[in-house]
């Protein structure tokens, strides 16, 4: 399923650069600095693997990147930038990078994943800056997608329902949940995406992060596959839950419920509308059976959804006290799970972008217990 | 996954004795070989602040997300102080609350070396009065010395 994919642009990536400008002139932030990772692949589309030799990126509120490379790594920089090798000591040198472009005083903006020791570093070298979470400025650009990346989590979504496809076709009795694990894989890799997938049966699909306890399938359990695939970086989220063989009318009963509380927060997802009403919406079905209150379980025992594209999860969440107003642009999942320990759990997940008109889904909702793809 | 009973409280006390040693009131975690070596625990990092919170006196603290309750429980030690937060809430609330039951109100605090930049930021503004230095010259004196991300070559 690789044919047709079109990577992100240069020219998109320069207005992303630039958009990013713009916010730090707006917030009053003089520069970003990033370590290696998916903001910096955002912008740059270089992808680095951090280790204790610090690679990093420093975007200024004016001007060019430059990059700070470890002197030994100099021949995998990347060409054609401003690069700043260092040899002992990288703090230093970026101290004087970061001079050299203004930024001597004001406030620098540090990727909210950098490492703690390379912050302390900075804060040595460069005893003038304040600093703050560069998120302001990192999920600014992130959060809301452009068509183009748009069109890249539409293709891993398609690759994950057709790697799910196959790989439930492989059900059997008796079957560990490793083999359908790896038959999934395999079909990921024969789709050309690498993958992943976690499986549970019967009582451990109550479990939201699932079990390694070896499991084999039995008539009349769930079946509960989550996860996803990359396309040119960009993710795929989707969870199926599946009867295997003849549903209880128990098993019914809440897999339609579940059903229910996935369709009340897509209805919820109105442009304008603040994040945490798709999260109300979805719980107030799940309550209303008896489930719950809250986070209480039996019940819906997380948020229930979490902003999607370079990461699986990243800004902004489908929460309580989250006020964001949703805006075109912004991908989330819409998984309000029902976890019953002891039992099972039921989780249907889609994910969806916000377009002029309201939500799309990336992947049709499962019409069924013994139906998961349309 | 205990190497043996005693393993991780030795491990704990070595900890806390070069935290009197260096100044620290307390010592901040993320999952990682760290927190590994030191409690024994294990843990995925994500977005969801999963940490321990060693003070320089009395036991550790582990501060979890809601509904990872149960499955934090089987990985921590019997009894131990587990601090839950969810969804709505704030991990950093948690933490502050430790550094006050523990006694750890002034002074520094210890960060492990690889804790996000975001774990300290939220931190410094739940417990302002603290001071957030690194905790790596303790925990190496403690024989914590463990490289995060492989070495590449050379």
């Known amino acids: 399923m690789t044919a047709g ?48 030799r610090l690679f990093g990126l420093v975007i200024p509120a004016k001007g060019n990147l430059a990059w700070l490379v470890p002197a030994d790594d100099e021949k995998r920089a990347p060409a054609g930038q401003d ?20 930024i001597a005083t004001g406030t620098l903006g540090i990727d909210e994943r950098a490492r703690f020791f390379v912050f302390d570093g900075i804060r040595r070298a460069c005893p003038a800056l304040e600093f703050t979470n560069a998120d302001v400025i990192t999920a600014g650009c992130r959060m809301q997608k452009s068509p183009a990346e748009l069109a890249l989590m539409q293709r891993a979504s398609d690759v994950t329902i057709a790697a799910y496809r196959a790989g439930l076709a492989t059900l059997r009795e008796g079957m560990p949940q490793n083999e359908l ?23 451990y699909t109550a479990f939201p992060h699932g079990s390694l306890t070896p499991q084999k399938l039995k008539l009349g359990d769930f079946v509960m596959i989550d996860d996803g695939c990359t396309v040119e970086g960009y993710q ?12 209880t009318d128990r098993q019914r009963q809440i897999w339609t419920l579940e059903r229910k509380a996935q369709d009340a927060a897509l209805a919820a997802a109105k442009l304008g509308a603040p994040c945490e009403a798709v999260d109300i919406a979805a719980r107030k079905v799940i309550e209303a059976a008896g489930f719950g209150p809250g986070y209480k379980t ?46 099972f759990g039921v989780r249907l997940e889609d994910c969806f972008y916000m ?13 069924a217990i013994d139906q998961p793809f349309a | ?21 260096f100044g620290l009131a307390a010592v901040v975690i993320e999952p990682g070989a760290a927190m590994q070596h030191i409690t024994g625990v294990r843990w995925g990092r994500s977005e969801r602040s999963f940490l321990v919170v060693i003070p320089a006196k009395g036991a550790p603290a582990f501060v979890v997300p809601g509904f990872e309750e149960e499955r934090a429980r089987e990985m ?13 809430e704030s991990p950093f609330e948690r933490v502050a609350q430790v550094f006050q039951d523990r006694a750890a109100t002034t002074g520094k605090v210890g960060m492990e070396e690889s804790l996000r930049f975001f774990i300290f930021h939220n931190l410094k503004k739940a417990a302002p009065k603290m001071e957030y230095v690194t905790a790596q010259p303790a925990l190496k004196s403690a024989g914590v010395n463990l490289v995060e991300a492989p070495r590449r070559r050379p």
């Open chain 2, 76 to 88: 921590t030690p019997k009894g131990a102080d587990i601090r839950v937060w969810q969804e709505d």
């Open chain 1, 298 to 343: 039996p019940g819906l025992p997380h948020r229930t959804g979490h902003g999607i594209g370079l990461e699986m999860h990243e800004w902004t969440y489908l929460v309580k006290g989250n006020k964001t107003p949703l805006a075109t642009g912004m991908c989330f999942s819409d998984e309000p799970m029902i976890a019953i320990y002891g039992e």
């Open chain 1, 83 to 102: 690069i700043h090798l260092w040899q002992d000591d990288p703090f230093p040198r970026l101290a004087q990078m970061l001079k050299d472009r203004g």
């Open chain 1, 355 to 367: 377009a002029d008109d309201g939500p799309h889904l990336f992947s049709k909702q499962s019409p």
């Open chain 1, 181 to 203: 694990q790896n038959n999934i894989h395999a079909a990921y890799r024969a789709l050309g995406y690498p993958g992943y997938v976690s499986v549970m049966y019967g009582a």
């Open chain 1, 5 to 52: 994919v079109v990577p992100i642009t240069d020219g998109e990536r320069k207005q992303r650069i630039a958009k990013a400008q713009r916010l730090m002139r707006e917030q009053k932030i003089a520069g970003i600095f990033l370590e290696a990772g998916s903001s910096l692949y955002y912008f740059t589309g270089v992808r680095w693997q951090p280790s204790d």
């Open chain 1, 236 to 247: 795929s989220d989707i969870t199926r839950t599946v009867i295997f063989g003849k549903p």
């Open chain 2, 1 to 21: 996954m205990q190497i043996d009973q005693d393993t991780y409280p030795q491990r704990i006390a070595q900890v806390q004795a070069a935290m009197k040693e």
